[in-house]
Each structure stands twice: as C-alpha cells, then as structure tokens.
C-alpha cells in the first residue's frame, strides 16, 4: 500500500515569508509525528498528533511553527516569517497509534530559507 | 529523559567485512529502541526494533543487534558489508510499555563500503 507522502518535496523561500508543509499519512494510522532534520544531525521532534489533536507539542522551538489535523489524517506544519535557521528536511511519521507504535517516515519536505 | 549517543559519525569497511556500528542509551524507564537507515535523498526505513523479549533482534538485509541492558547499549551488526550498505545509519529510543510518543535519535553514522 501507499506509504507516507509529503508534498512538496522541495520548497524555497525567501527570509520572512510564510510557508505550509503537508504531509499525508499511511490510510488508517492514528498518530502523526513531525520531525526536523539538519545537516550532519539526526531527526528531532517537533510535534505530535493522536488523531485530531496535538499529543505533544514541546518540541516546536517558538510560536512561529503551528501544525494542525483537522480531520485526523492529513496534517500541515506551518511556518510564519522564516529564519534562515529554519532550514532543513522536514519529516512526517505515522503509526497505528497502538504500542509498540512503529513509525514509518515519509521521504521528508527540504525547506531552504534564503 | 532519553538520550542516544552513536559513537563514529562515519565508519568505513570493505566488502565482506562484519560491520559494527556502535549506539548506547540512556533512559530512566524501560525503552523501545530503534535502528533506521536511511540511503541518499530517501526517508528513514526501519531495520529493526527491540520492544520487549528476546534481546536479540534480528532485521532486514541481514542485521541483527542485541539488547544489553547491563551495558545500555544496542549496537547493530551484519556479518558481511555488501556495497548496498552504504548508507547512514540512526539509532531512536522511546518510552516502553503501553505509551506512545516521539522518538529521540542519535546523530547518525555513515557507513562507506569500499570494494
């Protein structure tokens, strides 16, 4: 079946500009994470949902990031007034939501903030 | 709280040869942990994971690691590198037991196969 998607899969911005990453999960998986990754690191967490809601929000590092799942599937993380900081892949992960709760990622979303 | 440590950012090895790639944890509850791969321009697949029982685990394309509790470690190995190794290598822990939640990685280590 379809894995997780994210669209798009490369997106360049200017600094201060807003931008929205979608990300669309495996059909019938109730958790969604967002992670981010920079060069030469390992993924960080950013965010997570249990269906409509946000589980976990401590790793989204200031209000300018907000993501939402209005309707428990297909979630969009949105970035107000970029930072050249803000530079990196993007990853979505879903699961089933049930423990051991594997995640299976999506190919992630490259955002570069010139 | 959680943290994984992956001792070598980059590890090189000829074809043939067993590839051990190092990982230690931390944790204050009984963790899940995680091996990844991830190959160029490509998302993170699972190699494997250790949630409960047996402490050996064994994955895809060939590898295996070992859960050592007493050692917080859970290195991951594969007898024989072929060239389609090559690739960077994550090591993730999370809370055990019936709870959800985000994964904490370590940094990564290359894995370069040489001919």
């Known amino acids: 079946g379809a894995g997780v998607s994210q669209t798009p899969s490369n997106k360049v911005t200017e600094k201060g500009k807003y931008v929205e990453l979608r990300c669309d999960p495996i059909?019938?998986?109730?958790?969604l994470y967002w992670y981010r990754q920079s060069l030469g690191q390992g993924p960080e967490f950013l965010i997570y949902?249990?269906?409509?809601?946000?589980?976990?929000d401590s790793g989204l590092p200031n209000d300018r990031f907000f993501a939402v799942r209005p309707e428990g599937s297909v979630s969009t993380l949105k970035i107000q007034r970029t930072e050249r900081g803000d530079s990196a892949v993007y990853l979505c992960?879903?699961?089933?939501?049930?423990?051991?709760?594997?995640?299976?990622f999506g190919p992630g979303t490259r955002l570069t903030v010139l | 709280a959680q943290s994984v440590t992956q001792l070598g950012s980059h590890v090189s090895v000829s074809e043939g040869a067993l590839v051990l790639l190092r990982c230690n944890y931390s944790?204050?509850?009984?963790?899940?942990l995680f091996w990844y791969v991830q190959y160029p321009n490509q998302g993170l697949q699972l190699l494997l994971k250790?949630?409960?029982?047996?402490?050996l685990v064994k994955g895809i394309n060939g590898f295996e690691a070992e859960f050592k509790k007493s050692e917080t470690s859970f290195h991951l190995t594969k007898p024989s590198a072929h060239m389609s190794d090559a690739a960077e290598y994550f090591c993730?822990?999370?809370?055990?037991?019936?709870?959800?939640?985000?994964?904490?990685f370590g940094k990564g280590t290359k894995l370069s196969v040489k001919p």
């Open positions: 992960a879903s699961s089933l939501g049930v423990s051991p709760d594997t995640q299976y």
């Open positions: 059909s019938g998986h109730t958790a």
């Open positions: 949902f249990q269906g409509t809601g946000a589980a976990d």
């Open positions: 944790s204050s509850v009984p963790p899940y």
């Open positions: 250790y949630t409960t029982g047996a402490t």
């Open positions: 993730a822990v999370r809370r055990g037991g019936g709870s959800q939640g985000n994964l904490i």
